[in-house]
């Protein structure tokens, strides 16, 4: 996220091989070098945001959907393509009108249902949407422009809900779409957003085309965050997947593209070098890598084979083999992350600089481990997580862990990590990922700090006990108390261990320096803003 997600965007460079658009196809369809934007993002396998939290998709999301709400640079949620709304007088039925203008891809106007049908199918799988859901006893239209959600009890974190930026983030789809189960993937690419996708140059493995929507009615207000107009100053957005980074950066430096996303560490200063190429850093809050186990199977079931991982973690050794330089990153305690206002140092006395394997190989034999395969998926196109991975499983084998790296494209990680099943038959025990710093603020809308088990994130952690912690966070309104309960929660999560955190980064994106107007979030990379000189 993760940049899971979500997740993150871990395929910086993905699988595949670069492929260029033939000459006549560019004579006949493409607009001018100047009006189009060549990206390496990472490999997209899925384009549907709702059913993954990965941030690739997401970004996929941002641009072709749109969204009821969006937060602006100082996170305050502002209306996007609702035009009025107002909550009743007992805080319990909120109702919200379209603006004008609002279509789809396909010529059909946006209507109410549609948004009705998302928010439904959201709220299978978003922790704020699982909570709305919890708290409905109605979402309905009243007309075509015009539907209202109606509570059990007043949820004062509603439209906070509806913006949040973490993934899978509200995304309006047609109702025929939205009506299909969040655990099926969306099959079509139409949305009502500034982009809309370009099917006939879609080259899976290759590259993905994004056209501006020339239809789209952008908002009058300024560009803010994710807020305000999304005005598309260029003609077509490419994404480039090219499998080598050496290739990409010396596509980045012949002016091939655009735009890196995540270079590796060991390639920064060749770009600070460089008078034509820029480090920008996009989230300055950064990102914590997260270590999920799988609480289903063997031996990961197992509380103490659980608490053994956060002995077993030198985060120290590991944020260097990852990053190399120790100016991109830092170490991380609280499951609430390094600069969010709830977190903290409760229940941290197992973290020791250096580790302690000893102990955790002691953990490991009280919990009965008996040298079942342990399995890492290894995402080998995001360096800095392949490091990480291939020293976890050096680091298991010195203390007597079967383990065995299983080395694939993220976007491979991203779908055989759904997988319930027992490694022998395909499923999985480690795998490394990463979230946005920012949203581990807040257990109501981060995947990774759900506990429900069946509906929890990949992993499925499950403790009943947390959860009754997690859900009050909706009906707590000071910051003051949010801290408190936020040490409750940490000191239960620390106890089952829910994920291991192996510490925090940030991550420039590189770009050439005639490509400008990017918008600084967490989570997102929106493509309307940017320009080309």
């Known amino acids: 996220m993760t940049i899971s997600r979500r997740d993150l965007v871990k395929a910086a460079i993905a699988a595949g091989t670069a492929v260029s658009i033939p000459s006549v196809l560019r004579a006949q369809t493409a607009p001018t070098p100047a009006r189009t934007v060549r990206m390496v993002k990472g ?51 909120y109702t919200f009108e379209l603006r004008d203008g609002l279509g789809w891809h396909d010529g059909t106007p946006v209507t109410a249902a549609d948004c009705v049908a998302s928010i439904r ?5 978003a922790p704020g949407g699982q909570l709305i859901m919890a708290r409905a006893s109605d979402i309905s239209t009243k007309d075509e422009k015009t539907f209202t959600i109606s509570l059990k009890e007043p949820l004062g974190v509603l439209i906070d809900i509806l913006a949040d930026l973490t993934p899978p983030c509200l995304f309006i789809m047609r109702e025929q779409d939205a009506k299909r189960p969040a655990t099926e993937q969306v099959t079509t690419n139409i949305g009502s957003g ?87 850093v996009l989230d300055k809050g950064g990102w914590d890598m997260v270590l999920r186990m799988n609480f289903l199977h063997p031996p990961f079931n197992n509380v103490k084979a659980r608490q053994a991982m956060l002995y077993l973690i030198n985060q120290e050794t590991m944020l260097r083999a990852a990053f190399g330089n120790p100016k991109y990153f830092d170490t991380v305690v609280s499951i609430f992350g390094d600069t969010t206002p709830v977190s903290n140092d409760e ?18 034999k009280e919990a009965g481990y008996a040298g079942e395969k342990v399995v890492i998926l290894a995402a080998t196109d995001w360096r800095e997580g392949d490091n990480a991975s291939q020293l976890l499983a050096a680091s298991l084998r010195k203390i007597g862990v079967n383990a065995e790296l299983a080395s694939m494209t993220w976007g491979e990680l991203s779908t055989r990590r759904a997988s319930k099943e027992p490694v022998e038959n395909g499923g999985w025990s480690i795998f490394i990922t990463s979230e946005v710093d920012y949203s581990l603020g807040n257990p109501l809308a981060s995947p990774f700090l759900l506990a429900n088990g069946d509906k929890a994130w990949y992993g499925w952690p499950q403790n009943d006990e947390y959860e009754a912690l997690r859900v009050k ?19 239960i999560w620390w106890d089952f261990v829910g994920d291991v955190r192996l510490g925090k980064y940030v991550s420039p994106i590189a770009r050439r320096k005639a490509l400008t107007g990017l918008i600084g979030m967490p989570q997102i990379v929106p493509m309307w803003n940017m320009q080309k000189a």
Do not use: C
Request: no cysteine.
């Open 43 to 93: 490999d997209l396998r899925v384009f549907d945001p709702i059913w993954t939290a990965t941030n690739i998709t997401a970004d996929h999301g941002a641009a072709i959907y749109d969204t009821l709400f969006s937060l602006d640079s100082q996170f305050m949620p502002q209306p996007q393509m609702v035009g009025q709304w107002g909550v009743s007088d007992d805080r319990k039925t």
């Open 473 to 491: 966070w909706a009906d707590v309104e000071t910051l003051k108390e949010r801290k408190a309960l936020a040490r409750k929660m940490q000191r």
């Open 194 to 280: 500034p982009f809309r996708f370009n099917e006939a140059l879609a080259k899976p493995g290759a590259s993905f085309t994004y056209d501006r929507n020339e239809q789209y009615a952008p908002r009058k207000e300024p560009s803010n965050g994710l807020a305000g107009g999304k005005i598309v100053n260029v003609d077509r957005v490419v994404w480039d997947n090219i499998a080598d980074q050496q290739t990409a950066l010396a596509a980045l430096q012949a002016g091939e593209i655009d735009y890196l996303q995540d270079p590796p560490a060991d390639l920064f200063p060749v770009i600070e070098s460089d008078p034509n190429l820029e480090l920008q």
């Open 347 to 364: 229940n941290t006395g197992w973290y020791t600089k250096g580790g302690d394997p000893e102990k955790a190989k002691q953990l490991l």
């Open 121 to 125: 199918r959201w709220g299978q799988v």
